[in-house]
Every structure is written in C-alpha cells, then in structure tokens.
C-alpha cells in the first residue's frame, strides 16, 4: 500500500510540475475566446466579443433648439470623430461617431437625417477613452483590466462590422497615445524616464521614436514630421512644452509655468497653452518656430478646447466665474470641481474671441465641456458634458 501511494504522489508532482511548466512558459502566448459577457478582453487573451444586439438602449436624438442637438443622453466614451461624407447633388453631411460607454458599441450620428445607427456590435464596456483615426475608421479606445484593475490596455477598434480592417491591440500599460491618418504615436513611461514609438495604423508593429529622462509627458502629433510634448500638469509643478522633432530632439516653446498644458494646432505651427499664475488660470498662444507668445482675452484649460482643421481658430468651453480657492488644472481633473462654461472661439490672426453658445441660455443643464471635436468643413461642433458624459452637436 505504501509503495502505491508512492507511486501516486510521484505521478501527481509530476504532473503539477507539467501544469506550472506549461503556464509559466506557454500560457502567456495562448489565445483564449472571450465569449459574449465573458467579461474584458485582455492583450493576449482574444479579441472583444461581438454581440448579435445592442446591451443597452441608446435613444433617440434631443433637437433642442434649431442648431443645438443633445445626441446622446449618455454616458459616452471621452472622444469621438466628425466627419463630412459627401451625399449625390446634395452638400457634404456631417456624421458623427461615438461610443456608448456601458455598452461599447460604436454608433453614427447622421447630422442631415438625425438618425442614430449602430455600426459596430464588438462589445468591449468599461472604455475610458478613445483617439479616433482622422475618417473615423477606428478608434484607439483604452480600459482597464486586471484584478486591481491595474492594467491598461489599448484596443484598436474598427468603427463598423463591415471593415476589412481587424481590430489589434498594442502595448499593455501605455501612458499616452495619439494617432494620425496613418500612425499611432506611443508612450511607455516608467521611473527611469518615457520611449515613444511609431507604428502604423493597420497593425501593432512599432518603431522607436526616442527616449527622454522625463517619465511623465503626454504627447501629440504636431503637423507630419513633428511632435507636441508637455510635461504633467500640476498647479503645484512648474511644467515645460516641447516640439519634438522626427530625430528626438527637444525644443522647448513654452515653461517653466505651473499647471502647463498645451494643444497643438493641426499643422504644429501654433501651440495653444494654459496655465496658472497667482492662483488663476491663464490662455496664451505660441508661435512653435519661435517661441513667441500672445495672451488671449479669455481663460481655461486647453484640454478643453479644439483646433480647426485649418489652423485659423480655435474653440474651448470656458468656465464663466471658476471657483476660487482649488488648484488648476488639478482638482478640475480629479472631479472635485466642476466649470459652468460657454463655448467661445478664438480667431488666430486677430487674436480676439467670439461667444459661440451660451449653453445655459439655450437649456436648463450646466455644461463642462471636454473632448471638443470639429468636422473638417467647420460646420459642426461637437463635446461631452462632463457633469453627466452626454454627448452634444452645434451647428455653427
């Protein structure tokens, strides 16, 4: 009896020696099916599952006056994509896409019809933000995953069932990312400092950009050859701008200014840049090339604001009377105050700003403007209301 259970206890070790052997070295590799509400997908571990209906219900439009539309009563993911399509003997459409967060499901806001059409049934919920390809194609979503939920991963996610395009994931644990018509620009950070990467739009193929000492940046692209780097902002932290060009080197355009943040314009000849100095928040606009700089009659964030895609103005939701005593940009980020804005434009030659929408005229609701976006015909504005992530259309 003893020497059965001998050889019993030898069979077992042998095989949990296996088991480890096979988890430790293979299992990182394997692919595993993630089945309908089987939970997020994981780099590594399949793709999103595709559901045969919509998780949840979307609604319909709200036309609130004859050129404000609450498109969504939410909440969506922070960020999305306007695009004109072109209609036979007709004038070009703006359509709109979006995500709805609990679902993840891609859906389409035609401006001219009003109709809301879901493209996209990939289900992928939980989806903090997302960076969309130029024609909207795609978007770049990222989310967390793990048992801490420590981990982040970014999902390339084609915008309709339909494509030809498969979706793919690059890195797990990115800090930032931006993309273009044809890349998607990277950034891995740790404590001894960031490498950024180039790849392409199609795969996850990457190639090193450069390696900076800095472990917290966040970075754009600035026009085709250039980058658009800043520090983290922090009122309490003087923080520095930067044109990055395609050898890794740095220029710096703006800094040291505490609670620095910066929006490249489309061709990366401007760079629109927020502030704070003596507790309150202040807008400049800086030439790249030169570094030379001209303040704007208004002030915010420029997280919140958008370029036209010629260069020639740009929009922000500004905050009528922030409240004093709170550290910008800071607490405006972590949620513990919110704005109460307008939507006003800033033309670049003459410097001067117009009123665009007074939001709390036109509706009962106050508005926190993030994740502005603009068509490329500069016909239709679009933005999330922050306090409750609807999603929002003005016709300009």
Same mark, same amino acid.
């Given at each position: 009896?003893?020497?059965?259970?001998?050889?019993?206890?030898? @069979?077992?070790? @042998?095989?949990?020696?296996?088991?480890?052997?096979?988890?430790?070295?293979?299992?990182?590799?394997?692919?595993?099916?993630?089945?309908?509400?089987?939970?997020?997908?994981?780099?590594?571990?399949?793709?999103?599952?595709?559901?045969?209906?919509?998780?949840?219900?979307?609604?319909?439009?709200?036309? !609130?006056?004859?050129?404000?539309?609450? #498109?969504?009563?939410?909440?969506? !993911?922070?960020?999305?994509?306007?695009? %004109?399509?072109?209609?036979? $003997?007709?004038?070009?459409?703006?359509?709109?896409?979006?995500?709805? /967060?609990?679902?993840?499901?891609?859906?389409?806001?035609?401006?001219?019809?009003?109709?809301?059409?879901?493209?996209?049934?990939?289900?992928?919920?939980?989806?903090? $933000?997302?960076?969309?390809?130029?024609?909207?194609?795609?978007?770049?979503?990222?989310?967390? $995953?793990?048992?801490?939920?420590?981990?982040?991963?970014?999902?390339?996610?084609?915008?309709?069932?339909?494509?030809?395009?498969?979706?793919?994931?690059?890195?797990?644990?990115?800090?930032?990312?931006?993309?273009?018509?044809?890349?998607?620009?990277?950034?891995?950070?740790?404590?001894?400092?960031?490498?950024?990467?180039?790849?392409?739009?199609?795969?996850? /193929?990457?190639?090193?950009?450069?390696?900076?000492?800095?472990?917290?940046?966040?970075?754009?692209?600035?026009?085709?050859?250039?980058?658009?780097?800043?520090?983290?902002?922090?009122?309490?932290?003087?923080?520095?701008?930067? @044109? @990055?060009?395609?050898?890794?080197?740095?220029? /710096?355009?703006?800094?040291?200014?505490?609670?620095?943040?910066?929006?490249?314009?489309?061709?990366?000849?401007?760079?629109?840049?927020?502030?704070?100095?003596?507790?309150?928040?202040?807008?400049?606009?800086?030439?790249?090339?030169?570094?030379?700089?001209?303040?704007?009659?208004?002030?915010?964030?420029?997280?919140?604001?958008?370029?036209?895609?010629?260069?020639?103005?740009?929009?922000?939701? #500004?905050?009528?009377?922030?409240?004093?005593?709170?550290?910008?940009?800071? %607490?405006?980020?972590?949620?513990?105050?919110?704005?109460?804005?307008?939507?006003?434009?800033?033309? !670049?030659?003459?410097?001067?700003?117009?009123? #665009?929408?007074?939001?709390?005229?036109?509706? %009962?609701?106050?508005?926190?403007?993030?994740?502005?976006?603009?068509?490329?015909?500069?016909?239709?504005?679009?933005?999330?209301?922050?306090? %409750?992530?609807?999603?929002?259309?003005?016709?300009?």
């Amino acid at each position: 009896m003893r020497r059965k259970l001998k050889i019993l206890a030898i @069979i077992i070790a @042998i095989i949990g020696l296996g088991v480890f052997v096979y988890l430790y070295f293979f299992a990182s590799k394997a692919t595993i099916t993630v089945t309908p509400g089987g939970g997020l997908p994981i780099a590594g571990q399949g793709v999103p599952a595709v559901t045969d209906s919509a998780t949840s219900a979307v609604g319909e439009p709200v036309p !609130v006056t004859a050129r404000l539309v609450k #498109v969504s009563v939410g909440p969506v !993911v922070q960020g999305e994509a306007v695009t %004109d399509v072109i209609v036979a $003997s007709s004038s070009p459409v703006a359509v709109v896409k979006y995500i709805e /967060r609990q679902s993840g499901n891609v859906y389409s806001y035609n401006v001219g019809t009003g109709a809301i059409t879901r493209t996209n049934n990939q289900t992928v919920p939980g989806i903090q $933000s997302a960076a969309w390809l130029p024609d909207a194609s795609m978007a770049f979503v990222r989310y967390l $995953s793990g048992d801490t939920f420590s981990t982040i991963n970014t999902y390339a996610l084609p915008a309709s069932s339909d494509s030809k395009q498969s979706g793919f994931f690059l890195s797990q644990n990115l800090s930032d990312i931006a993309v273009s018509s044809s890349s998607v620009l990277s950034l891995a950070s740790g404590v001894n400092g960031s490498a950024a990467s180039l790849g392409n739009i199609k795969d996850a /193929r990457t190639v090193s950009l450069f390696t900076s000492p800095l472990s917290a940046l966040h970075l754009s692209f600035a026009g085709k050859s250039q980058y658009l780097g800043y520090t983290k902002p922090s009122a309490a932290l003087a923080g520095f701008a930067y @044109i @990055i060009d395609s050898t890794g080197t740095f220029s /710096r355009i703006s800094g040291p200014k505490n609670g620095l943040v910066a929006l490249a314009s489309p061709s990366g000849k401007w760079a629109l840049v927020s502030y704070v100095e003596n507790g309150n928040m202040q807008l400049q606009l800086v030439e790249t090339a030169t570094g030379n700089t001209t303040a704007l009659p208004i002030a915010t964030i420029a997280d919140k604001c958008v370029w036209a895609a010629d260069d020639s103005s740009v929009y922000c939701g #500004v905050p009528m009377e922030p409240p004093a005593g709170y550290a910008y940009p800071d %607490d405006w980020y972590q949620g513990a105050v919110p704005f109460n804005d307008r939507i006003w434009k800033i033309e !670049v030659v003459g410097r001067y700003a117009q009123l #665009v929408l007074d939001f709390s005229k036109e509706t %009962d609701e106050s508005l926190d403007a993030v994740a502005l976006a603009i068509d490329p015909l500069n016909t239709m504005l679009v933005f999330v209301n922050k306090n %409750d992530d609807s999603l929002w259309a003005y016709k300009l």
